[in-house]
């Protein structure tokens, strides 16, 4: 059987034949299916909705904290003002601070037991501070359950003085220094203000309506139309759970219920199911011609694909199993046409893949010629010093031989400079290394300039077998001659010091020449702010960077005696 036939048979069989049996049975399911579904999505809006109420909740109790830390609990003479008021000015004050808390829509009222003769009546206000008369029975009635919080804060339905009855936040005011006792109590009214932004936010169909519960079970408020009577409510819904439920009778309603226990709130959904449901089965007989319509536009889309792909498909498989890496092929593989569909880009990304396959196996191929060549010229760099080693060893020899000394002693300190300038291609030596280097170039200096400078070695024990970078204090010495002590007639003096300093290894080259130096200008040097000069300093403190980062480096200092000093800061390394 053809690949053709064979993908006819399968769509038939796997797609057609399982798409009409699934269509026929989750019609005769839809509706359970779209009620459960709606039911769970109703519950998870009812909770999204009902957080965002408790956020804003929350957000007034911490208010309250707030207020209460910054006039109770953490200012002592903001708890006398509170606790003492006995003018109208006073009392004045303290309702504008209430007043520019109240910014949100909500009011603040705070109750105070009146424990000092005041100019006016404050026991019949409304907002504002508010004081308690002696009798605790003329307290309002929902002072005893907030007392009951100790401090914590509650939500009701209840009324600040003779206002109409408004969702309320209380809580009692404990004494700072004595928690059995209570100053008072802090009220904030009108959240349904706030509330009422949340339960708008949600879109309802027609009809439906959200109930807010406190946690006595008494409604706060609600937003839409109709009500919910007595016993309406389904039993499984009235429990400390999250959940939803249709109506026994007929399923008229579907309510979604969500409890948070922090305020002890219940935000109940009633929504009619006829907006859910309402034209379902024409929407199902509507469903069901589109999907009749859409296998028929499948069948033809497949047959197209099937003889559009399955010529090229072959060529394609024929050119996996006769190519092979670097070799042409005995045909042309380009497309007959321009495609812009995923198969010709695959088409395409696959000729340039083996195109740079064959391009990646020809630049190898060049890349290991290169390699061997690279390796001969090492090679030829490595004899190159040994050849020069000898030379200046011969010389050496031969300077002996003839009786001078003098030069016989330089040329070995030169060949010393050249040895452990190259090390070998290292880049990091030791201190003792590091040292002989330097010493060898000096000694150079001393024969060319002979009684001209003293120099003066101040090196701590141990530090020999220390890392620090190749030829860092040879550029160091030679600027502190030529340009420090070179014309002072023998009074030049130089002193190379190492020193452990902790976690650190500081070089310090120093001299006593008199000539004035600009450290400003050498600091830009070092930076490489100005590069028409200074490459050898520049040179150190780089490669000082770049072994050991911006930390460390190289840096210059006048000497409190006079001349210069130039500091090498590295971290203390011990060769392993």
Known sequence: MKLQHKMILAFCLFIIGPFLAVGWASSSKTSATIKEEV?????????????????????VRDKTITFLDNYFFSNSSQLAFWTNISTLGEMNEADAILGRWSS???????????????????????????????????YPPWAEETLLEKGAGTVRLASIGSG???????????????????????????????????????????????????SGGELLMQYGEGAIAEGELPASLKSH??????????????????????????L??????????????????????????????????????LRD??????????????YEPGR????????????????????????????????????NYGMQIKQKEQELSTLHSQITPHLLYNTLDSIYWYALDSGNQDVGAMVKDLSKLLRIGLSKGKSIITVSEEMEHVQAYIRLQMKRYPGVFEVFWDVDEGLENCMVPKVVIQPLVENAIFHGVQSMDGEGQLWVRVKNRGEELHILVEDNGFIPVDVEKLR?????????????????????????????????????????????????RVKE
């Open 39 to 59: 039911g769970k999505t109703m519950l998870q809006l009812v909770k999204q909705n009902h957080a965002m109420m408790e956020n804003t909740l929350i957000s």
């Open 104 to 138: 949100d829509g909500t009011e603040y009222a705070l109750y105070l037991k009146e424990e000092n003769t005041l100019p006016v009546d404050a026991t019949a206000k409304n907002k504002g501070i508010i004081y308690l008369s002696g009798n605790t029975e003329e």
């Open 241 to 266: 759970e999250s959940d939803y439920s249709y109506a026994a009778d007929s399923h008229a309603y579907l309510y979604a219920v969500s409890y948070e226990s922090r305020f002890g709130t219940r």
């Open 309 to 322: 792909i399955i010529k090229p498909l072959g060529k394609l498989v024929m050119f996996t199993r006769v």
């Open 164 to 214: 109409s009855p408004t969702v309320l936040f209380t809580r009692a005011i404990l004494h700072p220094e004595k928690y059995d006792e209570t100053l008072g109590f802090l009220a904030v009214s009108k959240l349904e203000v706030l509330l009422m932004k949340n339960m708008i936010a949600v879109q309802l169909p027609k009809d439906a309506a959200i109930f807010l519960y406190d």
């Open 268 to 305: 109940v959904y009633k929504i009619p199911l006829a907006s859910i449901t309402g034209n379902q089965a024409q929407f199902q007989r509507t469903i069901t011609i589109m999907m009749g319509v859409y296998l028929l536009f499948v069948l033809l889309f497949v047959l197209y694909v």
């Open 524 to 572: 830009l040097i070092v930076n490489g702010e100005l590069r028409d000069k200074g490459y050898g300093i520049r040179n150190v403190h780089q490669r000082i960077q770049l072994h050991y980062g911006e930390a460390y480096g190289l840096e210059y200092r006048l000497r409190p005696e006079g001349g210069l000093i130039a500091s090498i800061v590295v971290p203390f």
């Open 328 to 363: 042409r092929l005995p045909f042309d593989m380009s497309p007959p046409r321009q495609r812009m569909d995923e198969f010709g880009l695959l088409h395409q990304a696959f000729i340039r893949m083996t195109q740079r396959l064959d391009q990646s196996i020809e630049e």
